[in-house]
């Protein structure tokens, strides 16, 4: 098995881990029928983009900069990623093949597969590093707004 194979697999049982873990907090605060800080800042900024979480608690600026973050790094990847799909459609034209909109998209998916820069694997972790960042940063500040004390 490949090895990006393997990363997206590891991703996919963490992500299904931790959502399975929002699901279960989520049904023992169901029964107050209202749902905590901490649950609404990590949800937003899990599920919804890296700084959602701070906004709905009320730290604007610190979800702005998560937002600005996440929205330049993901601009980054997508154009690192069209980059190469253009360098490998005019491969394609140039070697005088038919352009169709499958092939087209075979090679925009391909593009972002084989699109392994270091350009491009720093900007993913810089995303991913933001995005778990806050998430941790929501459930903080939600901790503090509930009343509890932050265990990190």
Known sequence: MSNSKLEIQGFSLLLFV???????EMYAHSRNKIMSNVMKGVLFSALIFPGAGQIILSKYRRGALFFAIAFVTAILCVTAIVRQA???????VAAG????????MRIVAEAS??????FLKVAFL???VCWLTSVIDAWRIGK???GRPADI
């Open 18 to 24: 931790g959502l399975a873990s929002l699901i279960r």
């Open 86 to 92: 253009v360098v490998m459609l005019q491969d394609v």
């Open 97 to 104: 093949e038919v352009t169709t909109i499958p092939k087209v």
């Open 113 to 118: 597969t084989t699109a392994s820069t270091l």
């Open 126 to 128: 810089l995303m991913f």
């Open 144 to 146: 503090e707004l509930d």
